[in-house]
């Protein structure tokens, strides 16, 4: 199994940026994909889960509907587009993976309940 991020960088104030997770030695049949991040100092925080096949998206509450996780199915890839960041977007960005019936039993964003993770991508937003 091996998760894979990509996409992060520096952006501005109200700037977009797209996240993207390559996906490989699962399937979204049997796993959810889950977006964390952690910013310095601070403990890993659940940003946005999907469950590719019923369609079901989850988001934590200071996401406010600035981002949104989609998944292109043929490419193994799950996305999170990021909206009107500002500095305190300021993290690593971790994918992880979760078997499809513990994201569907509800608590997304607790870390423990996903299996495999990726290394990260930066993002770095400044004022």
């Known amino acids: 199994v091996q998760l894979v991020e990509s996409g992060g960088g520096l952006a501005h104030a109200g700037e977009s940026l797209r996240l993207s997770c390559a996906v490989s030695g699962l399937s979204f049949d049997d796993y959810g994909i889950g977006w964390f991040r952690r910013a310095p100092g601070k403990g890993r925080e659940g940003v946005a889960s999907?469950?590719?096949?019923?369609?079901?998206?989850y988001y934590g509450g200071f996401v406010k509907g600035r981002f949104t996780i989609s998944s292109d199915n043929a490419k193994n890839i799950v996305y999170l587009q990021m909206n009107n960041l500002a500095p305190a977007d300021t993290a690593m960005y971790y994918c992880a993976s979760i078997p499809r019936h513990t994201l569907n039993a509800g608590n997304f964003y607790s870390h423990y309940q996903y299996d495999n993770w990726g290394q990260g991508t930066q993002v770095t937003v400044s004022s």
């Open positions: 999907i469950n590719v096949i019923e369609n079901k998206t």
